[in-house]
């Protein structure tokens, strides 16, 4: 196939740039937009089981507060509120440290045990240029009387962003999952899956999290509190240089929403643990497997097209993509860098096709330009062109008669005359040694520009010669022959009816009988002789291409018939189908050639429409697809609509939509034939 080259490289460039791109930081962009933006367009989930009490600036201005010195009483206060409320569980996102100890850390141990489902949250400082950090656990009373403590962490990825749980260190949980472990979640059970990546759920938008001033709750009835997961947390807004901030950039950030407290992102990992609700990845080296496949599939299927239906075709891939990433996204909590696919590779492979067709239009053009000059058979009209003049027999040496070429004896033939001319040779009405009237075709080496073209005509010959035997609509070969001395091969063929008195031949009067002579004005040939005529030729056609081989100049001038059946002529253009690292040359005629150019089978079914086109309607083949309007006097209308379907489907441009072979064809011909 003459595509594959194009789409071998549309393939391997597709490929590399999906793992170029998810492999090295280059590609970062597209994997985290991956993830989010279907959250920005997910639907939105509810948070309602979680409260948040915020130590908020209006809170520190309220009670007379500072941050760093915050009476540990008015936390006590506040417990004594929640227990009477019955809070199913307190997460304080506030970190006592054991070098704070205070005076009423008795009251606050207190207020931590009556309650009895509190958990505390301990440092954690990262070591400067090492793996690791240290740990500093909330002072000691109080984690004694706390039902558990874990790291206030957070992970961000490489654009700063959380989208991450972060579930501690190794030696030590997280405070998400102490707290999820305390409020008795099913997902925290198996320390030994702790430490998997998990990534966030969001509860919906901006702020959908419930969110109360530290200040207010203080005076809130404690019914508000009745079965709430409560995380007490927060900072004001940095006031000094180097003060920690408190404000994380989400996946929400992107299109302007504020930024999340910790301790709000804390919940959020708190409540994907409780509901065993979580994002995961595709494993990396499935993500990979994936990418490779799609770059493969798509660098092969956009080659194979031209450019403006393979921008169709990438338009429905990148929006089924998009469609099918968020549904997994939102229905299936599952999610891979499916941007890399469809905002890399899609076009990548898209360009490729473009790049590569374009080049294949050049080659052509300059192909044509070139075969018109040097492939045999391109600059005759006709298989069997109208008489030329007597030619005497030559002597056996001689080649040439000053500017006039003649031919050397064929052994046990007589030359009668000319009767086709070609760019490499000549076609000659002959007598053989018992009278029989043949065609002998003589090919001349001086004729190409060097020896390879020459061998390659003659081996195509080699192979065609015991096919032509063995299929009655094929041009049969009766003998092959060479003198290297003199420079030539010739081949001897069955000679085709006239095209006036069919099987009695005038050697004087001569003219091949050719399907381009038959065709009649519209409404074009009678079905009853239509549907048999291509019935044989698609069968002929499926047999040449079994055999590996195929014809490349389908036209009605290379349809003769012998003894009155139809059979495929010029057999010089018939050559060896288009394979690895092997190109056929580009010959055909305008009209009959394939879109995608001669060389391979499907190439040979588009010719062949064309010629049954012809034939149906009787109209030139530049009228493709009309048909003649002579519905209301045609009595055979309607198969010859049918035949018209048939011509439509082999002439299709695009290659997967024609007839996938001439068995095809022929099986749809036959089913007319019972008709």
């Known amino acids: 196939m003459e595509n594959r080259p194009g789409a071998r490289v549309g393939a391997l460039v597709t490929w590399l740039a999906g793992w170029v791109l998810v492999l090295l930081p280059v590609g970062n962009g597209l994997v985290h937009y991956s993830f989010d933006l279907p959250v920005l367009l997910g639907p939105k989930a509810s948070c309602d089981e979680v409260l948040i009490i915020h130590l908020d600036e209006p ?3 309220e009670l007379s507060q500072a941050y760093q010195s915050f009476d540990r009483t008015l936390h006590a206060q506040l417990l004594r509120r929640l227990t009477a409320g019955h809070a199913a569980l307190v997460v304080f996102d506030v970190y006592f440290p054991e070098s704070d100890p205070r005076p009423n850390d008795a009251e606050l141990a207190e207020a931590i045990r009556a309650h009895g489902r509190v958990v505390l949250a301990a440092d954690y400082s990262p070591l400067p240029g090492l793996i690791g950090g240290e740990t500093g656990p909330p002072l000691r009373v109080l984690r004694e009387a706390a039902a558990g403590w874990g790291l206030s962490v957070l992970t961000r990825d490489t654009d700063a962003i959380v989208r991450r749980h972060d579930d501690g260190t190794e030696d030590f949980p997280s405070l998400p999952w102490i707290a999820a472990k305390a409020a008795g979640a099913t ?7 702790r430490l998997q990546t998990r990534w966030l759920k969001f509860c919906g938008g901006d702020r959908s999290m419930p969110t109360l001033s530290y200040y207010l709750a203080l005076q809130a009835p404690p019914e508000q509190f009745t079965g709430k997961y409560v995380f007490v947390g927060g900072k004001p807004k940095t006031r000094f240089l180097h003060d920690e901030t408190d404000e994380f950039p989400t996946s929400h950030t992107h299109l302007g929403g504020p ?20 994002l995961n990845r595709i494993a990396p080296e499935r993500e990979l497997l994936l990418l490779a496949l799609a770059g493969i ?3 092969i299927s956009l080659a194979m097209v031209r450019p403006l239906p393979g921008l169709a075709v990438a338009s429905a891939v990148l929006v089924l993509t998009s469609a099918v990433a968020c549904l997994l996204f939102w229905h299936a909590d599952f999610w891979f860098s499916w941007l890399i696919l469809v905002g890399a590779q899609v076009p990548c492979a898209w360009i490729s096709a473009v790049v590569w067709n374009t080049q294949k239009l050049y080659r052509h053009k300059t192909a044509r330009e070139r075969d018109a000059r040097d492939l045999p058979g391109a600059a005759s009209g006709t298989a069997f062109p109208s008489p030329g003049p007597l030619m005497p027999p030559a002597a056996p040496s001689q080649i040439r008669s000053g500017a006039t070429r003649v031919v050397a004896s064929i052994p046990d033939f007589a030359l009668i005359r000319r009767i086709g001319q070609g760019a490499y040779g000549e076609v000659y009405l002959a007598r053989n040694a018992i009278g029989l009237l043949q065609a002998v075709k003589v090919i001349y080496r001086d004729k190409f520009a060097s020896a390879d073209p020459y061998e390659r005509e003659f081996h195509g010959i080699q192979r065609y010669m015991p096919v032509s035997l063995n299929h009655p609509s094929l041009v049969r070969l009766l003998h092959v022959g060479r003198n290297d001395d003199a420079g030539y091969f010739y081949y001897v063929m069955e000679l085709g009816d006239d095209a006036v008195t069919g099987t009695e031949i005038d050697p004087l009067r001569y003219a091949a009988r050719t399907l381009a002579g038959e065709l009649p004005q519209p409404p074009g040939l009678p079905c009853g002789t239509c549907v048999p005529l291509f019935v044989a030729l698609t069968e002929a056609l499926h ?24 059979k495929f002529a010029d057999i010089g253009l018939v050559t060896g189908v288009a394979e690895r690292g092997h190109e056929v040359s580009y010959v055909g005629t305008e009209g009959y050639i394939a879109p995608e150019g001669p060389g391979t089978p499907a190439a040979d079914v588009f010719s062949l429409g064309r010629v049954l086109y012809e034939a149906v309607t009787g109209l030139h083949w530049s009228k493709f697809p009309e048909l003649p309007d002579l519905s209301a ?9 049918q035949l018209h379907r048939i011509a439509c489907k082999a002439c299709e441009e695009e290659v997967g939509r024609r007839y996938r072979s001439a068995e095809e064809m022929h099986l749809d011909l036959r089913q007319l034939q019972t008709m």
């Not at 047999?543 to 009155?564: A, C, Q, T």
Request: glycine share 8%; aromatic share 10%; charged share 25%.
């Open 59 to 61: 809170s520190l201005t």
């Open 187 to 193: 997902a925290v059970q198996d320390e030994r899956l």
């Open 259 to 278: 930024f999340m407290s910790g301790v709000e992102i804390h919940a959020t990992t708190f409540l994907n643990l409780v509901r065993g609700e979580w």
């Open 297 to 299: 599939v798509l660098g």
């Open 543 to 566: 047999y040449l291409h079994l055999e590996r081989l195929v014809h490349r100049d389908i036209k009605p001038s290379n349809i003769i018939f012998v003894r009155g059946i139809p």
């Open 633 to 641: 006097g045609d009595a055979e209308w309607p198969i010859r609509q």
